[in-house]
């Protein structure tokens, strides 16, 4: 149980919704702010304004999936009311207070680090990310049938990158009966690539594996789909990029050659913000049951 632990969640989409519904039914005091559009919340959560006072005495600060933009405002499909975070807010924050988001940009990092709060990042942790993994490889198959006219069963598909999200996207493929090739730059993943039934090659040699390919998916946060690789592939190859924005392909030179190239940031919480929300409540209520837990035994 989290009795007694103060939490604010400001802003967010549905996936907060699950959020808040997990901290209140293990009894934390739930604030909430960003949410004034959304009927049905849990009766637990009270609804607070943008205030220095809602930040006096908090345990937890948690903040969206991406915490804030560039210039500290946050994302929040719930209310019309713009939220922006700024240092007047952080150092409101009691010294013990943590602030958890999915993952934070430069502005959120740069605040954090200036008022020397606890940064926690979700999506950084492999648990969260390999659970993530699976509604965005679902998201992603999504957009490939709908910018499709061929089955998945059959196609060449290629997946760039063997972290979390590549090896999930590269089993789900393989399990529609797409024969997949994956692009990996260590030995050790090219031999296990290899074990697994998937067609590895190095991502160096990128431009010799992409001129049969119908399906590209780039979990590559850098850009790896350049102008020269795009001029190798065939124009009805579909490049599907979930790497963080601005993703890893050369978009306005895939635009002039024709082809569809797609940016597709947030699936989890586009396809399934439902389970999504569940796996980051789970998270967010185990770590914050943790922190409080050793704060009691210092006492
Ligand atoms: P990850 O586990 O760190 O995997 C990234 C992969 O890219 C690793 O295999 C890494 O190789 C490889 N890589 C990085 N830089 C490279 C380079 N210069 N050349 C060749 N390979 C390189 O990350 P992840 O959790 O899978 O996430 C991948 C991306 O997807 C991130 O940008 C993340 O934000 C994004 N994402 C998007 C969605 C969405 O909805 N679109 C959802 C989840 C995640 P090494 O293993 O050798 O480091």
Same mark, same amino acid.
Do not use: C, K, P
């Given at each position: 149980m989290?009795?007694?632990v103060k939490v604010l969640l400001l802003g967010g989409d549905a996936r907060q919704l699950e959020v808040i519904h997990k901290l209140c039914e293990l009894n934390a005091q739930v604030t909430i702010c960003g949410f004034d559009q959304k009927k049905e919340l849990h009766p637990r959560a009270v609804a607070v304004e943008l205030d220095i006072r809602s930040f006096e005495d908090l345990d937890a600060l948690i903040l969206p999936a991406v915490g804030t933009d560039d210039d500290?405002?946050?994302h929040t499909v719930f209310s019309s009311e713009s939220l922006q975070l700024t240092k007047e807010y952080l150092l409101a924050l009691p010294n013990h207070c943590t602030i958890y988001t999915g993952i934070a940009k430069s502005y959120l990092k740069q605040l954090c680090n200036d008022s020397k709060y606890r940064l926690v990042e979700l999506f950084e942790r492999d648990d969260v990310a390999i659970y993530n993994s699976i509604p965005t490889a679902e998201g992603a198959l999504m957009m490939a049938i709908q910018h499709t006219d061929i089955t998945?069963?059959?196609?060449? *598909?290629? @997946?760039?990158?063997?972290?979390?999200?590549g090896v999930t996207m590269a089993r789900?493929?393989?399990?529609?009966? *797409?024969? @997949?090739?994956?692009g990996v730059r260590r030995s050790e993943q090219y031999a296990r690539a290899y074990e697994m039934g998937f067609n590895p090659f190095y991502t160096k040699d990128l431009e010799q594996f992409v001129g049969n390919i119908d399906l590209l998916f780039n979990t590559i946060p850098t850009m790896i789909i350049t102008a020269q690789i795009i001029e190798k592939l065939q124009k009805s190859t579909v490049i599907i990029?979930?790497?963080t924005k601005p993703g890893g392909t050369d978009f306005h030179f895939a635009e002039a050659r024709g082809l569809k190239a797609i940016l597709a940031p947030g699936l989890p919480g586009i396809v399934a913000p439902r389970t999504a929300g569940l796996l980051l409540a789970d998270c967010l209520s185990q770590l914050i049951?943790?922190?409080?837990t050793m704060r009691r035994d210092l006492r």
């Open positions: 989290l009795t007694g500290g405002f946050i998945i069963h059959r196609s060449n *598909s290629m @997946v760039l990158g063997f972290g979390r999200t789900t493929l393989q399990a529609l009966g *797409s024969n @997949v090739y994956l990029d979930l790497a049951h943790t922190e409080l």
